[in-house]
T-cell receptor, first 111, second 116 residues
Framework: DAGITQSPRHKVTETGTPVTLRCHQT?????MYWYRQDPGHGLRLIHY???????DKGEVSDGYSVSRSKTEDFLLTLESATSSQTSVYFC??????????FGQGTRLTVV | GESVGLHLPTLSVQEGDNSIINCAYS??????FIWYKQESGKGPQFIID?????DKRQGQRVTVLLNKTVKHLSLQIAATQPGDSAVYFC???FGAGGTSYGKLTFGQGTILTVHP
């Protein structure tokens, strides 16, 4: 998985609670991404980062925030989790080329 | 908005046959097209990509064809094996490079099942 570690791998949380997912890479790649995968929607980009402290919104960013204080770590935060945010979350990294390499995913359930 | 889609949601083949998975795209400005394979419980795995200035690219047992005239992308898998059973996604990357690397728009996916 190209040196990408996502944590936790599984999480169940209650509606209204904050949740932070972590992505750690050992490849020193510049670009990092958070995608969510839902049945019927494929993978959709939430947020991405093109450098330390440089982030931008993706297609489905509402309700999510991100931070990147170090090259190797990219955090995704759900400020107040909702049931619609139940999903599988994938972190991805890339360098100069367009292809992104994905982590194993985090399955998040909001009850 | 722009989207990437697939013609067939499922494909069943016999071991040893060649498989063809198709994808239609709508954004003629896309720079790269990429095929990913996703096995159950795992993240998408890069298979092969093709730049918009190419028509064909070959890898190990896989070939990607790009027809810009009709905005069509296909993945051909030669001598399909049971280990090829997975969901296959096409994805497109559009933009002028720079901060847009890795910003992918994915299709819905095609389930490939290979029967022994």
């Amino acid at each position: 998985d190209a040196g990408i570690t996502q944590s936790p791998r599984h999480k169940v949380t209650e509606t209204g609670t904050p949740v932070t997912l972590r992505c750690h890479q050992t490849e020193n790649h510049r670009y990092m991404y958070w995608y969510r995968q839902d049945p019927g929607h494929g993978l959709r980009l939430i947020h991405y980062s093109y450098g330390v402290k440089d982030t931008d919104k993706g297609e489905v960013s509402d309700g999510y925030s991100v931070s990147r204080s170090k090259t190797e770590d990219f955090l995704l935060t759900l400020e107040s989790a909702t049931s619609s945010q139940t999903s599988v979350y994938f972190c991805a990294i890339s360098e100069v080329a367009a292809e992104a390499f994905f982590g194993q995913g985090t399955r998040l359930t909001v009850v | 908005g722009e989207s990437v889609g697939l013609h067939l949601p499922t494909l069943s083949v016999q071991e040893g046959d060649n498989s063809i998975i198709n994808c239609a795209y709508s954004n003629s400005a896309s720079d790269y097209f990429i095929w990913y394979k996703q096995e159950s419980g795992k993240g998408p795995q890069f298979i092969i990509d093709i730049r918009s200035n190419m028509d064909k690219r070959q890898g190990q047992r896989v070939t990607v064809l790009l027809n810009k005239t009709v905005k069509h992308l296909s993945l051909q898998i030669a001598a399909t094996q049971p280990g090829d059973s997975a969901v296959y996604f096409c994805a497109e990357n559009f933009g002028a490079g720079g901060t847009s690397y890795g910003k992918l728009t994915f299709g819905q996916g095609t389930i490939l099942t290979v029967h022994p």
